[in-house]
Structure formats: C-alpha cells, structure tokens
C-alpha cells in the first residue's frame, strides 16, 4: 500500500507542476487580455458640461491645468471621435457629479483599475511614442501612465529637473512625476545597485537617461528597446564605428553586443560581463604564440610550432602569462577589422590590427 502511494508520489508532482505552470500561463493570458480590453467607465445617466462648471468647486486645479498641454489643447486638435474636451476627456461628463457635489459620479484614474486608467489617456494616445502601448512589459503588469505622469501640472507633483535644477537632456516637460532616472529606480532597485558599479553608462552623472535607451511606453523589441530593428542597432546608434559589415568580423560581435556587455554596469572594465581572459576562454580555448611559448621540459620536448595552440600545462609561467595578459593587446580589432595584418598568418582574420 504504502509504496504505491509513493510511486504515486512523481505523478502527484506532475499534475501540481501543470497545474502551477497552466495557472500561470492563463493569469499571464487574463492580464494582456485585461490590458488590451480595458475600457474606460461609463457614468450612466451623465451629460458633458464644459470645464468652466469645474471652477466653482475646484479653483485651483482649474488654474494650474491652464498653463499645462492638456489645458490649452483647443477642440480640433482633439481626435474628432472625442465627445469632450477640457477636463471631462479625462474625467468623463460631469453633470451629475455637480448636481450631487459626489465624487461618485465622477472618473479618478487615480482609484480607477490601473488598465482603465490607461484606457482614458489611450482614447488619444495611440501612435508615435506610445504605439506599442498595449502589449508592453508596463501594460501588463499594472504600471498604468499615471504611475509616471502627474498630468495636471502642480508643481509639487512635476519634477523634471534634476537636483541641480538642470533639464534632463532628451526629455520634455513630460509630467513626469519624478525626473529620471529616479523616476525608474523607484521599481527598478536592480538596474540601479548596477548603475552604482565601478563601469557604466553615465546614467547616474546625468548624462544620459534610461528613455534613452528604453522606450517605457512599449517596443517591438524586447525589453522596452528605443529600436525597432535588432538590439545591436540600439548600440551602434550611438557607437557608429562598430557599425559593420568588417572585411574581418567577429561572429558574436554581430550577433547582440549583449554577448559581452551588461549595458547598466559591470565591475569589469569597459562595461564587460567578466574580465579577460575568462570572457574570451568561455569560448576559446588558450592557445601560445612565439612570445608567449610554454617552457616546461615537457613541452619544449615537443617543439611549438608557430599557428598551432599547444596543450595547456597547468602552472607553466607562459600559462600564468596568458592569464595576465588581455587577449585584446594582441587582437586589439575585437570588434571587426578592415585590416589585412600583414605579421600574423591568418592576417586580418584574426582580428589583430
Ligand atoms: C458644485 C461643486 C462641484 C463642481 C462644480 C465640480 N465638482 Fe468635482 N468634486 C466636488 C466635491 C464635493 C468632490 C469631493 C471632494 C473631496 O472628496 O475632497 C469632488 C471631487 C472630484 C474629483 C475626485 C473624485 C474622487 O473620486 O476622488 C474629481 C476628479 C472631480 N471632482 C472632477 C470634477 C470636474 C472635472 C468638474 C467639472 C466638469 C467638477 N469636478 C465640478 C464638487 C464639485
Ligand atoms: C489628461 C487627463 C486629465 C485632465 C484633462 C484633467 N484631469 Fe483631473 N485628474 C487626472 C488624473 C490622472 C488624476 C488622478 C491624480 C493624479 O494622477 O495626479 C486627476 C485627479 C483630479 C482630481 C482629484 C484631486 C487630485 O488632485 O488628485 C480633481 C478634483 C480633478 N482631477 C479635477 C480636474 C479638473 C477640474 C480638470 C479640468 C480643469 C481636470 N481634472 C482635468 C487627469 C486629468
Ligand atoms: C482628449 C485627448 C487626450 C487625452 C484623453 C489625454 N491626452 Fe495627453 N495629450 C493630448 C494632446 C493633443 C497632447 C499634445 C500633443 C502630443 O504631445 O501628443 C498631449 C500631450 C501629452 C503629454 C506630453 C506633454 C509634453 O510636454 O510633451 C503627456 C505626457 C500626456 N499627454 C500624457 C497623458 C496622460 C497620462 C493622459 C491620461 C491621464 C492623457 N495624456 C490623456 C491629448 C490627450
Ligand atoms: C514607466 C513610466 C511611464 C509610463 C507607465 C508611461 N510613461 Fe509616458 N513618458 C515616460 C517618460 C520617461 C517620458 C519622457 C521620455 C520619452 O519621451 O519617452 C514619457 C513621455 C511621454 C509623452 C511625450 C512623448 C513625446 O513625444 O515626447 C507622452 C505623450 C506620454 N509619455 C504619454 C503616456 C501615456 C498616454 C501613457 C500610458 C498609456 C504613458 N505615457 C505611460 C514615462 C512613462
Ligand atoms: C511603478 C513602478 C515602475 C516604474 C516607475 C517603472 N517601471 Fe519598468 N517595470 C515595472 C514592472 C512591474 C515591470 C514588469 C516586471 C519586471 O520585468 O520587472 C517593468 C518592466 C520594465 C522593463 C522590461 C523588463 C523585462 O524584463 O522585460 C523595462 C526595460 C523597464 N521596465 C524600464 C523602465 C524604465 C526605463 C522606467 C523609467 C522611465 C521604468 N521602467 C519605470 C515597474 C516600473
Ligand atoms: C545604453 C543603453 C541602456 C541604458 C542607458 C539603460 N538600459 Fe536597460 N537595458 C538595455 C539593454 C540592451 C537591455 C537588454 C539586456 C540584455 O538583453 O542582456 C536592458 C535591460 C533592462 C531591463 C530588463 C532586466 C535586465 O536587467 O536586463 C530593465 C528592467 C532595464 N533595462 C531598465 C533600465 C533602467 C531603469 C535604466 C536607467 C537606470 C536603464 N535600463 C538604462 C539598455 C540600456
Ligand atoms: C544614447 C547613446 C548611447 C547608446 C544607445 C549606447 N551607448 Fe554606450 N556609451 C554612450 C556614452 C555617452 C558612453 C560614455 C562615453 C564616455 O564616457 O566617454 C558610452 C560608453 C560605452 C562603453 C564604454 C564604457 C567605458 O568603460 O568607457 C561601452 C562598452 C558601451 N558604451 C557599450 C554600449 C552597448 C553595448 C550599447 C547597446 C546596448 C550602448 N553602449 C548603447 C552612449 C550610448
Ligand atoms: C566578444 C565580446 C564582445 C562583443 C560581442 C562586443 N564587444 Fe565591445 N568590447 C569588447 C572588449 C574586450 C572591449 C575592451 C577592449 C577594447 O577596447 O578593444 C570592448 C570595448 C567596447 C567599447 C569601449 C571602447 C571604445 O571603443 O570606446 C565600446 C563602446 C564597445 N565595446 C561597443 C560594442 C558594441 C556597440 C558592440 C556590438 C556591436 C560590442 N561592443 C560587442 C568585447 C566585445
Ligand atoms: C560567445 C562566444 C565568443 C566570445 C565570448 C568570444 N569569441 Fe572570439 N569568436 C567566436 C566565434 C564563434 C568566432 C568565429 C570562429 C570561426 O570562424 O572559426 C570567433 C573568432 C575569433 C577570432 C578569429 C579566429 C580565426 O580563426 O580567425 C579571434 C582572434 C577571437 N575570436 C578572439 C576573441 C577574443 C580575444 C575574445 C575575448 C575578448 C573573444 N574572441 C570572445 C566566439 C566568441
Ligand atoms: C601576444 C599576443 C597574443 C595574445 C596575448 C593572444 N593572442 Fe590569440 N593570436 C595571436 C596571434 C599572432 C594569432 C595568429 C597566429 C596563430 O594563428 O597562432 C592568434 C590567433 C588566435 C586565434 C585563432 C585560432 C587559433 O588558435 O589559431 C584565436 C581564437 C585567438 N588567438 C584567441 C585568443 C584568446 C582567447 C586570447 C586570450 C586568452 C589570445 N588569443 C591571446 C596573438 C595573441
């Protein structure tokens, strides 16, 4: 009886692990389709008023949405399949909220389900930076506009200076509710312990920011990438002279830059996942030239023949030589060469200068 039970046991852990992993999948699946179906609330029985009703009981708002874009939008720039304009764009017709002075009857993005908050900005956000809006990392996992933005313009709320009062170069008056990259790093600790690392792109001198690279409102290039061909072309945007094709390339520069850079920060030099040699060796295997021959008796008993990698004696000081010295010194084009170099067999190929 009992060991039946337990050759059940694997089984039981299947229909757990399908049950868990089909869960899951269908709550992954309910968020996009939650996402991409959300509508913005209807308040049954409301007519649209006009913004100047709104003055009487909210003063202030009034006059700080004055001087914001939304507030000196004039009614045909707004999209002609808008019924309102002004205030009730976003907080919907208003009638019967005045008539019962109750916040019931009206629409707070605030308190509203994070994927019909969005809804309501997406009535007329639908192209340029925010046309991948809907299937992007942010859309579904409930990190809905008002989260970033602080769209009404009080002056508490809108921060895009930095400390010193400078504008973050690249980004407008955006509302952002913080100015970047703070505004990231309230959800992203990880990325901001990297940009803290001895080598990084110099996001934290302000010298560049996140959207840079990023585009927060969705991309067709995962995660969020500021490109809509391959990663790689992120990079050579800004790093034109790596731009190929190279007579001489080196394969995995061209696959994804990724391959050996972190983009946010690394402890290695030059933004490297690991140091050389080890970068290099997760691939090749060491090999000696004429300057760095083995010269153990064991080897030296078989003479080294120039091109050819000889076996690796451990502790031999050549070894010890190979693991001091950067692969790069010597094949200093690692990123691809037009160079024929004429000292080396193998020339260019072996992307030495
Ligand atoms: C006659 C007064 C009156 C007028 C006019 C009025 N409101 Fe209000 N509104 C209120 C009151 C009262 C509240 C609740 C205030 C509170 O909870 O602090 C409120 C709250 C709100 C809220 C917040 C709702 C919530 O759930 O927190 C919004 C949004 C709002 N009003 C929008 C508008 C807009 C837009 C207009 C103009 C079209 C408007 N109001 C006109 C009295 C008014
Ligand atoms: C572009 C969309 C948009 C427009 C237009 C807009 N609001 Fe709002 N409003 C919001 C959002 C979003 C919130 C939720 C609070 C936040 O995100 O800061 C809000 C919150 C409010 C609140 C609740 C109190 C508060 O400050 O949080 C009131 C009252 C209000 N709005 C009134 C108005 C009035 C009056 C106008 C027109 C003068 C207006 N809104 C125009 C988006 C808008
Ligand atoms: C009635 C249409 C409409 C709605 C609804 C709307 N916007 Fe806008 N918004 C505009 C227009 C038009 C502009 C100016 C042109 C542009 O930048 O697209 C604008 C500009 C902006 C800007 C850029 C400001 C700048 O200085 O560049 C931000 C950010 C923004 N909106 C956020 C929001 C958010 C967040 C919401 C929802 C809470 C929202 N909008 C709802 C029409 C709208
Ligand atoms: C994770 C934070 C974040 C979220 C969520 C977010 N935004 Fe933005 N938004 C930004 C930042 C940062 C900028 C400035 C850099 C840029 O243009 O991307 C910006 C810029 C904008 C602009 C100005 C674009 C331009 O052409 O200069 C608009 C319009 C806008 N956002 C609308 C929206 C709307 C609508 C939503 C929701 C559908 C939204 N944002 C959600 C962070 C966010
Ligand atoms: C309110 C919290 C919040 C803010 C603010 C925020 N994010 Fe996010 N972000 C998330 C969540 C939640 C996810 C999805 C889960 C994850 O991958 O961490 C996400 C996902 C991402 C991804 C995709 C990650 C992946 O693995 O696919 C990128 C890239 C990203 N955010 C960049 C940014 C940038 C740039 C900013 C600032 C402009 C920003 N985020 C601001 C919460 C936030
Ligand atoms: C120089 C361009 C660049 C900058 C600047 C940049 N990122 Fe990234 N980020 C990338 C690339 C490329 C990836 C994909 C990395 C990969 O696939 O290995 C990525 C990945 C991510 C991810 C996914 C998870 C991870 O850690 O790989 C998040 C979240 C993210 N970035 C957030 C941010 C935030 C927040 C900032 C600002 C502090 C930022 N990034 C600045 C290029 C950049
Ligand atoms: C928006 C422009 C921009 C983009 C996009 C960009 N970089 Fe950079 N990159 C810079 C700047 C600016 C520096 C700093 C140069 C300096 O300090 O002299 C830098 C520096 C570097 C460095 C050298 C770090 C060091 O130690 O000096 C590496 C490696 C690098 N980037 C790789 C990448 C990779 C890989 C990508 C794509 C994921 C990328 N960059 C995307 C602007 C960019
Ligand atoms: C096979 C690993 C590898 C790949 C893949 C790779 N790099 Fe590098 N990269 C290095 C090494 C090693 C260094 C440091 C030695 C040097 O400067 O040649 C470096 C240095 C850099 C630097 C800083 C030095 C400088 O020129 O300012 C930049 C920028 C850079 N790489 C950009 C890129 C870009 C862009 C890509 C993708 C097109 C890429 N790298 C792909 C290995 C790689
Ligand atoms: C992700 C794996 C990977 C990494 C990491 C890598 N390489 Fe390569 N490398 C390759 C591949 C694949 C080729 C093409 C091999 C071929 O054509 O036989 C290559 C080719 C080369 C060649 C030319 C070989 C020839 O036969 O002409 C040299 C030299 C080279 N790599 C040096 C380096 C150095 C130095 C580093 C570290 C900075 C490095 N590689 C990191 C994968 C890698
Ligand atoms: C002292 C200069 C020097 C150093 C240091 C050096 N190489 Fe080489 N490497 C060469 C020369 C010259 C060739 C071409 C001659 C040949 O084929 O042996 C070569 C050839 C290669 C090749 C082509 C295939 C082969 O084995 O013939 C690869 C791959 C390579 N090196 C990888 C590396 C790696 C990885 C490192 C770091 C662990 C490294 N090299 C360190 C000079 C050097």
Redesign the pocket.
Known sequence: MKGCRWRKLPFLWMVLFLVVSLGACTSMKEAKKQAENAKVPVIEGAKYVGSEACADCHEDVVKDFGRTIHGRIAGFEVKPSMEAEGCEACHGPASKHIEEEDPAYILNPAKLEPAQA?AI??R??TD???MD?RG?E??LND???????AVHGDKDKVA?RDKLGYRHK???D???REP?PE??FT?HKDVMAKTNYPNHHPVKEGKM???EC????GSMVQPLL?TDERKNELCLHCHARYQGPFTFEHTPVVEDCTICHNPHGTVADNLLKQNEPFLCLQCHGIHFHAGLRPDTEEVLSKPHEAGKPTTVVPHDSSMQMVMMTRCTQCHSAIHGSDLPSLSVPGGGSRLTK
Do not use: D, Q
Not at 143 to 149: A, E, T
Not at 214 to 217: A, D, L, R, S
């Open positions: 969005s900005c997406s007329c956000h340029g930076e925010t809006w992007s942010h859309a990190v809905s506009c008002v989260k970033c933005h895009y690249n980004v407008k955006a509302f952002l970047e505004l990231c959800c920011v996140c959207s990023h585009n927060p409102h500021r």
